[in-house]
């Protein structure tokens, strides 16, 4: 029996279990490490741009460290000189497979297209205690 399809059921299409991801909830933010960054491999099936609560898989996975709950932060690369990155949203990831990830996208201020990155944010570190007390 099927309960649920995200498009319609062809001919010649194959069936097969599913068993679905535990839900999670997303990591505080951190700061993202644009030097890490995967790379927007596509997007929703049918879809050309990456927008809120849509779905995007990345070029990385459980093999680099990325793990459900995790923030990833969007950007793409000036297009000359330091070619600083330009942030354009925010997404977390959902889904993990050894090389890739299924990330759902949060946030955005521009178009998300395939080619652009994804940078794992990591956890801020606290300040040492001398620090603190200063």
């Not at 977390?92 to 949060?106: F, L, N, P, Y």
Request: hydrophobic fraction near 45%; include cysteine.
């Amino acid at each position: 029996v099927v309960i649920y399809t995200c498009d319609e059921i062809m001919r010649g299409d194959r069936l097969a279990a599913f068993t679905p991801e535990p839900v999670r909830a997303p990591e505080p933010a951190g700061t993202p490490a644009f030097d890490e960054a995967a790379q927007i491999l596509f997007a929703d099936a049918g879809q050309l741009l990456g927008a809120p609560r849509r779905f995007m898989v990345i070029d990385r996975g459980a093999d680099q460290a990325i793990h459900p709950g995790q923030r990833l932060t969007l950007f793409r690369r000036e297009s000359r000189g330091e070619r600083k990155p330009i942030v354009v949203g925010d997404a977390v990831v959902v889904a993990v497979r050894r090389d890739s990830a299924t990330i759902r996208v949060d946030r955005v201020n521009d178009a998300i297209a395939f080619g652009e990155f994804a940078a794992p944010q990591r956890k801020a570190e606290p300040a040492p205690a001398s620090a603190r007390h200063q």
